[in-house]
């Protein structure tokens, strides 16, 4: 348990640490994704959630639960299939009888919503009623069922995961619910060297001993020192211009994003890129966030916030293309 009366300074130090031995029990099980594993890390200090989109068997459901055993979090995992239900997540009320007086009353059974860490699996597959409880609990972090609201367990960190193939029979997550992800993160093939360690793992009888690194106590410990970090004037108005460069509407905006988008990121990405730049810069044992940090996650924030029109789709412009033009035009940001 941290000692909630040691200096910030103390506070930096010992996070930056926990930080590392995390990463290094996750790469006993886990080849390559650094970033990914970084960014979750940054995502879940922040009390955000994250839309992890990869095709099949790239360790998406290995990783998170990896994560969740080396910080020794509850871990449950939900298939979103077509006839999932709102209360095959959330829960369901179910008749009992007293033994003894025979007396039959409802008894709340939980559903897997109340873990810490909840596997969102293919979460497109299911309606948009499925899809909302989910995100509903998200939002709110806390669920009602017959009138009484329970409030989930802190932390709470969802990780949906989407297959960018195969999108037959499917129900894409409209914008609104998207804007609910802090991170939108796309896993790519290993390299050839990871490839070839993977296999040697996974073909063996290799079997790695994880150590418990951290527990909910101390991560909320932690997320709650991340919104007391300190952030220049000039960092914020950095953030708040390039999410309002996103924008057709604005004047003074770039003749490529009038012409490409049907909408930009509202102030939710703002308030994301600063708390992933306080969570990284504290994860590496500095005190403030730099113009360059809230740079570090302007693609992961932004690509599912910004909504190309039809004429950006039909020249094959999409959303990641318009934020490194954005960047490479510095009109707004020297």
């Known amino acids: 348990m941290v000692n909630t009366k040691i200096s910030d300074i103390e506070i930096v130090?010992?996070?930056?640490?926990?930080?590392?031995?995390?990463?290094?029990?996750?790469?006993?099980?886990?080849?390559?994704?650094?970033?990914?594993i970084d960014n979750l890390l940054v995502c879940l200090l922040s009390r955000g959630h994250c839309l992890l989109v990869g095709v099949p068997g790239l360790a998406k459901t290995l990783l998170i639960k990896t994560l969740a055993e080396v910080l020794d979090l509850k871990f449950s995992r939900i298939q979103f299939t077509p006839d999932l239900m709102p209360s095959d997540i959330t829960g369901t009320e179910i008749i009992e009888e007293d033994p003894v007086t025979k007396k039959r009353d409802f008894r709340f059974i939980k559903g897997p919503i109340f873990a810490n860490i909840i596997l969102a699996d293919e979460i497109n597959r299911t309606p948009p009623k499925t899809q909302s409880a989910l995100?509903?609990?998200?939002?709110?972090?806390?669920?009602?069922?017959?009138?009484?609201?329970?409030?989930?367990?802190?932390?709470?960190?969802?990780?949906?995961?989407?297959?960018?193939i195969e999108q037959e029979g499917t129900y894409p997550l409209p914008e609104a619910q998207l804007d609910r992800f802090m991170f939108n993160l796309w896993l790519t093939y290993p390299s050839f060297n990871e490839e070839v360690q993977i296999i040697k793992q996974t073909t063996s009888d290799y079997k790695p001993d994880l150590k418990k690194i951290i527990n909910a106590n101390e991560i909320i410990f932690f997320q709650d020192f991340i919104t007391k970090v300190p952030v220049a004037e000039n960092v914020i108005e950095f953030a708040v211009k390039f999410v309002g460069a996103t924008r057709p509407s604005i004047n003074g905006t770039e003749k490529f994003v009038?012409?490409?988008?049907?909408?930009?990121?509202?102030?939710?990405?703002?308030?994301?890129?600063?708390?992933?730049?306080?969570a990284?810069?504290?994860?590496?044992?500095?005190?403030?966030?730099?113009?360059?940090?809230?740079?570090?996650?302007?693609?992961?924030?932004?690509?599912?916030?910004?909504?190309?029109?039809?004429s950006a789709l039909a020249e094959g412009i999409d959303s990641v293309e318009i934020i490194e033009r954005i960047k490479s035009s510095g009109k707004f940001f020297e």
Not at 280 to 309: A, Q, S, Y
């Open 280 to 310: 990284k810069c504290v994860m590496e044992g500095r005190f403030t966030p730099t113009i360059d940090d809230v740079k570090t996650f302007l693609i992961p924030v932004l690509r599912h916030r910004i909504i190309p029109n039809f």
């Open 258 to 278: 009038k012409d490409w988008v049907s909408w930009g990121a509202g102030p939710r990405a703002s308030q994301y890129l600063i708390l992933a730049a306080k």
């Open 13 to 36: 130090e010992k996070l930056s640490q926990t930080i590392k031995d995390i990463k290094q029990e996750i790469s006993k099980v886990i080849v390559g994704h650094e970033e990914i």
């Open 135 to 164: 995100l509903e609990a998200m939002q709110e972090h806390k669920v009602t069922a017959a009138g009484i609201t329970y409030k989930l367990e802190e932390p709470f960190f969802v990780l949906a995961t989407q297959n960018p």
